[in-house]
């Protein structure tokens, strides 16, 4: 089988989509079937080489930093302002990580549940059943049918049961 050929209006689309439209290209390169060489290859004959020109390369700077930010914008729906949080939280999970290994990550929880503020298991099981037999009643339907079966539970609740 020898080597696929693509039309010159697939590779500039392809390239297109890089450069403009801000997509990776190992993202490109997976979603087209085209290997990341010669994505690379066709980037690098569509842009003349620039070296002698600080003025080209701080403006292909800003651009790649203007796509990145509306990658990052896409991808967490907001703009990012920095990752010093993520940093500590990064070093923080290693450092659980190295200490007690997976059962240490699994055991995080932000919140320990006060027992005391749980409702009674049968009451949680009734209200879980009614939740799976009318998944389109609301908290307050669910607490007004669970009271006319003679278990009292308030609208409020229900939600915190859910």
Known sequence: MGAQRFTPEFKEEAVRQITERGYFVAD???RLG???HSLYKWLRSVKPDNSGHQAQDLLDARTEILRLKARLKR???KPVKSCATA????YHFKTLYEQGGELALQE???K???EKNRVEAHIEQAVVNMAYGFPAYGQHRVANELTRQGILISGSGVRSVW
């Open 28 to 30: 490109v390169s997976e």
């Open 108 to 110: 995080i929880s932000r």
């Open 34 to 36: 085209v290997s990341a």
């Open 112 to 114: 320990k549940p006060i």
């Open 87 to 90: 940093e500590t939280a990064y």
């Open 75 to 77: 991808t967490f729906g």
